[in-house]
């Protein structure tokens, strides 16, 4: 996905162009089929390992149900599997299938970052592919924080610790590298995807400290879940829900079912459009927000209570078994 692009500055400065020529063979390209949108979604990623592990932000990846990676070290492309996610900290990894002698990225995990020093964001601007496209700036803050929506799903997301730059990120170079004058990786870009807006300043961009990026990464390859990390694939429900308001009610928000993906869990256990689901799990719900966070806990194949009440107030109470589910 993509966030609302920061005003424009120069895409390429002196020096731009031969920091990117270090760091540009050991970053891919990502695009995103997000099949129940009926869209897709491009973004940038890193390479780790040889063999084909790719660190990117988890909105790029969120809502997909197949991602094509393209290398741009061997311009090859690849079916990439996500090995795991973290919403919170907005990190996902990927897994490219028969992929090998890939070229990599180093993190540089250590490296000092301060204020005024230059940097050159790099990415798949606006998802045209090819070359990375180089962005020149400074960096303008630390510790910065932001509040960031998907438009298409309307969740939200707050993000702190961030690098704050005035390089010109663009749409599609999420899960880029923000580099120093001196070549070191030291951030991965995150408030730069297509249906992505973030509440700040539109002539500031902001990175992930690539520290913390990678020791995300590295709980995620270990299969270490927790509340925040997802390992694996996702539990589905097949159910397109809303956040509908009732004045008086203790909560004062519903998750009204607005639509349903025939053949799939909900639809099997006879939900319908104008039901309200009000438990997961035995947990009580009143918002979509709530379903999606209690389905993380979750994997395909699993079995799960689900109850909701339909247009005429009869309680209804099932217990289904979750299918495969796009990303994030």
Known sequence: MTRSKPAAHARVLPGATSVAGQVDPGLVDVVATLGYLQATSAGTGL???PSGEVLTNNHVIE??????VTDVGNGRSYPAAIVGYDESDDIAVLQL?????????????SAPVTIGEKVVALGNAEGKGGTP??????????????????VASGTSEHLTGLIRTDAALQPGDSGGPLVSH??????????ASTSYQFQSSATQGYAIPVGRAVAIAGLIEAGRSSATIHIGATG????????YGIPGSPSGTEALVTGLMPGLPAARAGLAPGD???????????SPAEIQSLLQAYHPGDKISIGWA????????ATIVLAVGPAG
Request: glycine share 12%.
């Open 236 to 243: 589905f429900l097949g159910v397109q829900l809303a956040l």
């Open 63 to 68: 809502g997909a149900t197949s991602v094509t």
């Open 276 to 286: 309200v689901i009000d438990s997961v799990g035995g947990h009580p719900v009143s």
């Open 133 to 150: 496209a180089a962005a020149a700036g400074t960096i303008t803050g630390l510790s910065e924080a932001i509040t960031a929506t998907d």
């Open 182 to 191: 001196a070549g070191q990786v030291i951030g991965l870009d995150t408030a």
């Open 310 to 317: 339909d247009p005429a107030g009869h309680a209804h109470l």
């Open 47 to 49: 390479v780790l390992t």
């Open 97 to 109: 299938r028969g992929a090998s002698e890939l070229r990599t990225v180093t993190p540089a995990v």
